[in-house]
């Protein structure tokens, strides 16, 4: 833990560092309203930020404040999250834009209990949000500040349990300034992933080695060992022709409300086949030429409604495949 007598050269330190290294072109840190910062935080808990950074600016345009957000149907929603992924974010967000239309007269609370309370916000984005849009002084407890707060106290346990987290929590609240919790926990998280990054930091170049007690920083934090990955087969249906392509709205948990290729009970040749990660597994996704079923549903090529992603993506591979349409159409 850094000396309270010599944190504020901490604080010094990092500020300056921050200011000539710190990271620029995020939208939501140039105008950090609440709203832009809800969003982001929404984007960013699964995405990474070179795919969020458009993502955002073309969400912004569609639902530009708390009210348009809270009028949209869900349809709209789904479909402007398109690609994004783990769609429970997108209705999450949608839910709570409602809860602050009515709960708090479209005012998006400071408080972090508040915030908590709301659908999809838990204690990392409900501290985010207050830091980020209400410039408050609270721990933020990111991959990137976790890793370089248990390098700087030297915190050999495993951060994996809930007395690990607890640790990390204090010392980062005790790193934290009187005032500028914007900038603070910005600079922090800058310097954890350009300087402090996972696996061998770059020491030599640290605004803060002067700080650090990390004997080993490679080596920390100290993390569980990693979960092997599992394959899965997923065979899925493709039913097209000039007149569109045959669907079917997934009832979830997984993807609810979203439309999908209908699952193949009948697996014979794929006409294609992707892969593509789902937290531990490794998905092969086959489509398989089928005849429509009664209760599938035609949908036009030039107007699909909102799809998983790696549905998308083998449904425009198959039509280009079996000549109907281009991968680029989509
Ligand atoms: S000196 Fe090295 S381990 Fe310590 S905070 Fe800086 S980059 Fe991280």
Redesign the pocket.
């Given at each position: 833990m850094i000396d309270r007598a010599t944190l504020p050269e901490f604080h010094t330190a990092l500020a300056s560092w921050f200011a000539a290294n710190g990271r620029r072109g995020l939208p939501w840190r140039d105008a950090p309203t609440p709203y832009a910062v809800l969003v982001s935080e929404f984007m960013l808990q699964q995405t990474t930020v070179a795919t969020v950074i458009p993502r955002f600016k073309g969400w912004m345009a569609r639902f530009p404040d708390i009210a348009t957000l809270a009028n949209a149907t869900e349809a709209e929603v789904l479909k402007h999250w398109e690609g994004l992924g783990y769609y429970s974010r997108a209705r999450n967000l949608h839910r709570a834009a409602n809860a602050i239309a009515t709960l708090h007269c479209g005012i998006i609370p400071s408080d972090p209990a508040a915030l908590r309370s709301l659908p999809g916000i838990g204690p990392y984005t409900a501290s985010a949000i207050a830091a980020f849009a209400f410039d408050k002084c609270v721990p933020v407890l990111d991959a990137n500040i976790i890793?370089?707060a248990a390098?700087?106290a030297n915190f050999e346990s495993p951060i994996s349990t809930a007395q690990g987290m607890a640790s990390i929590e204090r010392i980062s609240t005790a790193l934290l300034p009187p005032t500028g919790g914007r900038a603070h926990t910005s600079a922090l998280m800058d310097?954890?992933s350009i300087?402090?990054h996972a696996g061998v930091?770059?020491?030599l170049?640290?605004?803060?080695?002067s700080?650090?007690?990390?004997q080993s920083?490679a080596l920390?934090p100290v993390k569980p060992p990693r979960k092997k990955t599992t394959e899965v087969v997923e065979a899925r249906s493709i039913a097209a022709s000039a007149d569109g392509v045959h669907l079917l709205q997934s009832a979830g948990p997984r993807w609810k409300g979203l439309w999908t290729l209908p699952p193949c009970t009948d697996p014979e040749e794929p006409v294609v086949t992707i892969t593509h990660a789902i937290t531990r597994y490794k998905v092969r996704l086959e489509l398989h030429a089928s005849a429509a079923e009664p209760h599938w549903t035609l949908f036009p090529l030039d107007n699909l409604p909102a799809m998983p992603s790696p549905h998308r993506k083998a449904l425009a591979l198959a039509l280009q495949k079996i000549g109907i349409g281009s991968a680029s159409d989509f």
């Open positions: 890793r370089l390098r700087l310097l954890g300087i402090c930091p770059d020491c170049s640290c605004p803060v080695k700080f650090c007690k990390a920083p920390l």
